[in-house]
């Protein structure tokens, strides 16, 4: 997974599989993932993720770590 992206729905604008910028990831209090970041365009975007491609995002340097 060495090109790892990551997308979300962005609810304002209703539109599909949109980039998220400047992501952190942080652990839901039941160990899930979520990336939290923004569009570009100053609209918030939140996303659940697998633990797998989680720490391969942080791994590759398109997010942040959130936690400890």
Known sequence: ????QLTAY???TKEK???IQDAVITKTAKGA???QGNDGKGNK????LGEEKA???IAA????K???
């Open 1 to 4: 997974m060495a090109d790892v």
């Open 66 to 68: 959130g936690w400890e």
């Open 61 to 64: 340097g398109v997010a942040k």
């Open 55 to 57: 720490l391969a995002a």
């Open 10 to 12: 962005n609810v304002k």
């Open 45 to 48: 975007l939140t996303t659940l």
């Open 17 to 19: 599989g949109v980039p």
């Open 33 to 35: 993932y979520m990336a």
